[in-house]
């Protein structure tokens, strides 16, 4: 996993649109934001896995295979809105089983983008109520393990004034002392 500010240059988001000189961001940062992170190799990855997962309550899991091959004529459609800005009602947690990808995360309250590179071993959760994005990068793959406390579902409210407003985000901000 490798963090840092986004550039907002125009371009293709699968490219990793890193400054020029970089601006890393540190893991302390992250978890500022109530984003956690952790690195476990892939070989025995199930203990660890399963740990996390009784810890943290998580009961449920999946694999999604983000790939024109994984997800057929739904591919072009399901990449534009995984990109679209959003936010979650449930933690979204995501085990990096082979391929790559990016997490874009808004820092609060700057309201800028970290881009989050995320490879095999990579495990990442992005808390609910923070507005985030995702895409492939140029490989355009990429296998993920999805834990869920519950049913298996992924429900995007993208960003606008009603979302602003969404318990969750409201949860959300007090977490990171934003809001009181």
């Known amino acids: 996993m490798r963090a840092y500010y986004y550039d907002n240059l ?13 601006q890393p961001v540190s893991l302390d940062t992250l978890k500022s934001l109530n984003v956690d992170y952790w690195s476990i190799p892939i070989e025995g990855y199930e203990t660890k896995i399963n740990e996390i997962a009784k810890e943290r309550d998580y009961k449920n899991r999946d694999e ?46 700057s309201d800028v983008w970290v881009r989050i590179a995320v490879e095999p071993g990579d495990l990442l959760v992005i808390p609910s109520g923070i507005y985030h994005r995702f895409t492939l990068d ?43």
């Not at 990429?142 to 992924?154: C, P, Y």
């Open 64 to 109: 999604i295979n983000i790939s024109k091959e994984g997800l057929g004529d739904a591919y072009e459609e399901k990449i534009k809105g995984f990109f679209r800005e959003h936010m979650h009602e449930d933690e979204e947690i995501r085990y990096i089983l082979s391929g790559s990808g990016f997490f874009d995360v808004r820092e609060t309250p």
């Open 138 to 180: 140029e490989r355009n793959n990429i296998r993920a393990l999805r834990l869920f406390k519950d049913e298996a579902k992924w429900v995007p409210h993208n960003r606008g004034d009603e979302t602003d407003a969404n318990p969750y985000r409201l949860d959300y901000l007090k977490k990171i002392g934003i809001m009181a």
């Open 10 to 22: 125009p371009g293709d988001q699968r490219l990793p649109h890193d400054a020029i000189p970089s």
